[in-house]
């Protein structure tokens, strides 16, 4: 493909090996040329900050991005490009940041914010994590991830009680998913409740029972 008479079947061909593509090869001239006639849109800028992060240049991807949300501050996909860009080179809070501001410029959608939060969470960022998880979960109270992670983050804040409801509400909208009830599981083990907590287990157990950690947690009961 990379050969053939179309100049659109090789740019695509071209975009999909561009990690792969020699420097002073005649595709990598013809990708480059290419992603320049867009240079002065928004959506390019972002087209050559993508093709540089393919191509192992994360940090030579920053600059194109950003210049894309400053054309355009009011898509989306911009701030979640350079999210994803700046969790790879090692800066979680920035990256976090950057995935609200997106989520921000998307009102309608709960996934956004949802990946917002995860990265807070990741960052260290707690209080920020939780309002990012609060705003996915008003956007779509059905998001039984959101549920899931808001119980996890309120454990790791001392607030048992609220983590117990988040997971009940993870639960009922997933009740197929053993990660919910063993983490409900451990929460009671913490809190003293062994009743509780070995109710939660055997029910882990019906749903996965090849999960070692919760057969030797009931073991230990």
């Known amino acids: 493909m990379l050969h053939d008479t179309s100049r659109l079947v090789r ?27 867009g240079a002065d849109q928004p959506a390019g800028q972002m087209r050559i ?4 992060f393919n191509r192992h240049r994360a940090a030579d991807a920053e600059t194109p991005l950003r210049k894309a949300i400053e054309w355009d501050p009011y898509s989306p996909v911009f701030y979640e490009s350079l999210g994803v860009v700046l969790d790879y080179l090692g800066r979680p ?6 995935l609200w501001g997106g989520a921000q410029k998307n009102p309608q959608q709960a ?15 707690l209080a920020d994590a939780e309002l990012a998880l609060r705003e996915a979960l008003r956007r779509d109270p059905r998001l039984d991830r959101a549920w899931y992670n ?16 988040a997971l009940d509400e993870a639960e009922s909208l997933a009740p197929r998913v053993a990660d919910y009830p063993y983490a ?9 409740d062994r009743a509780g907590a070995e109710t939660a287990l055997r029910r882990v ?9 919760a057969r030797e947690l009931l073991r230990g009961l």
């Open 11 to 37: 740019l695509d061909a071209e975009w999909a090996l561009s990690p792969d593509l020699a420097d002073n090869s005649p595709e990598r001239k013809e990708l480059e040329a290419y992603l320049a006639l």
């Open 184 to 192: 409900r599981a451990t929460i009671l083990l913490r809190s003293g």
């Open 150 to 165: 808001l119980g996890l983050l309120l454990v790791q804040t001392n607030r048992s009680p609220e983590a117990l409801k």
């Open 93 to 98: 809070a920035d990256a976090a940041a950057m």
């Open 205 to 213: 157990l019906a749903l996965d029972p090849a999960r070692a950690s």
């Open 111 to 125: 996934g956004p914010a949802y990946q917002a939060g995860l990265a807070f969470a990741a960052a260290g960022k």
């Open 49 to 52: 900050g993508q093709d540089m």
